[in-house]
């Protein structure tokens, strides 16, 4: 059975869809069957791996409503083991279509429960709130990513988020675990950067991925070409950091499945 994690932070502009697209694409490298689910209605990781959204007709919303089967929502895509379930604007409307289905919060869970057997791991990348969408993506995951950036607002929210995913907990999904927190946009040379890793660090430990992913031009650059890094620049520090950190994902899986 495949596991389900959830890229999410409701602060935009800290590297939630850069990491999904990066980690499924570098997970894909490792030999591992990768499907990533595009939750936001900005539809940036389905651009992110060559998919016009304009021209998108099926994908998430429909997986959503429930129109179609999962299976049926789904697109190949050029980077090696990596499918994608695509976004498009029409996903705002989910929310308040949603907003009168009964068990609206796990819309998304029922629909994924035939294709955990199908993939080695499921990402969903998360819209920048914390609406029904999202809760939607919580509830189906079995645990969660957080991407922080190191600069000044950095935890400015993390702890709005932390009691959101406390309530999905209780109400929702009890077995969601924190994955960890992982910290974005590093520059070694500006003082800022080193602070807010220090103060992560210091505050979150063991919940704190070791991988840090640097500030890289080459990983701004590579949406643009509709390639995940791993596919635009492979020697890049970006496609590195974010190889490293599919190997640190999956070497915290193979032992926590070890000991159940």
């Not at 949603?98 to 796990?106: A, I, Q």
């Not at 190191?150 to 675990?177: M, V, W």
Request: net charge negative; proline share 4%; hydrophobic share 40%.
């Amino acid at each position: 059975m495949g596991k389900i994690v959830a890229i999410a932070n409701q602060k935009g502009g800290v590297g939630k869809t850069t990491t999904a697209v990066n980690l499924a694409a570098s997970l894909g490298v490792l030999e591992q069957k990768v499907l990533l689910i595009d939750a936001d209605p900005q539809a940036n990781s389905t651009s992110g791996l060559g998919y016009d959204p304009k021209v998108i007709e099926v994908g998430t919303y429909q997986a959503l409503e429930h129109t179609l089967p999962a299976i049926d929502c789904i697109q190949a895509t050029a980077t090696p083991n990596v499918d994608l379930m695509p976004s498009h604007l029409d996903l705002v409307a989910v929310e308040l279509e949603l907003v009168d289905k009964p068990n609206r919060e796990k819309m998304l869970k029922n629909a994924l429960s035939m294709l955990k057997k199908e993939y080695d791991y499921i990402i969903i990348d998360c819209a920048p709130s914390l609406g029904l969408i999202t809760v939607n993506a919580l509830s189906a995951a079995d645990s969660v990513i957080i991407p922080i950036q190191c600069e000044y607002f950095a935890l400015e929210g993390l702890g709005k988020l932390l009691n959101t995913i406390k309530s999905i907990q209780r109400l929702h999904n009890p077995d969601l675990s924190i994955e960890g927190l992982l910290l974005t946009m590093y520059d070694s040379r500006l003082r800022l950067s080193n602070q807010v890793v220090e103060e992560v660090q210091t505050h979150f430990q063991h919940i704190v991925f070791n991988t840090i992913i640097q500030r890289n031009v080459r990983l701004s650059e590579a949406p643009s070409y509709g390639e995940s890094i791993i596919m635009y620049d492979a020697a890049s520090t970006g496609a590195v950091n974010y190889l490293n950190l599919a190997r640190e994902f999956l070497d915290k899986n193979s032992k926590e499945h070890a000991i159940a």
